[in-house]
C-alpha cells in the first residue's frame, strides 16, 4: 500500500483594524492626521512658566504641545476612539498620512 500524505491549512485571520480604517462609528472616507491641543503636557509647561515669569508664562496655552491621532472626514474631526473633537475650522489638525 503507498502511503498517502494529508495537508492540511489553517488561515488566521487578523481581526485589528488598519490604521487607514476609520474609527469606530465613523463613516469612511476620510484621512488620518494629529490634532494639537491644550492637555498636560501644555498645561505643565504654563504652570512653570507661571512660575518662573508670572503671567507671560500663561502664553504658552497658545501653543499647545499635546498632540493625539485624529481623524477627518466631511469637514469634522473624530478622535482615534470615534468622539466628535469638532468642525475644521475649530480645530487645529495635519494630515499625517
Do not use: Q
Amino acid at each position: 500500500m503507498a502511503s498517502e500524505d494529508k495537508i492540511t491549512t489553517t488561515t488566521t485571520t487578523n481581526n485589528n483594524s488598519s490604521k487607514n480604517d476609520p474609527p469606530p462609528g465613523v463613516e469612511e472616507g476620510g484621512i488620518w492626521g494629529v490634532n494639537s491641543y491644550v492637555g498636560s503636557k501644555t498645561g505643565a509647561i504654563a504652570c512653570l512658566g507661571c512660575l518662573c515669569f508670572c503671567i507671560p508664562g500663561l502664553l504658552v496655552l497658545f501653543c499647545p504641545m499635546d498632540e493625539r491621532d485624529a481623524y477627518k472626514v466631511k469637514g469634522k474631526v473624530y478622535d482615534a476612539e470615534g468622539k466628535l473633537l469638532g468642525n475644521v475650522p475649530d480645530i487645529k489638525f495635519v494630515a499625517t498620512r
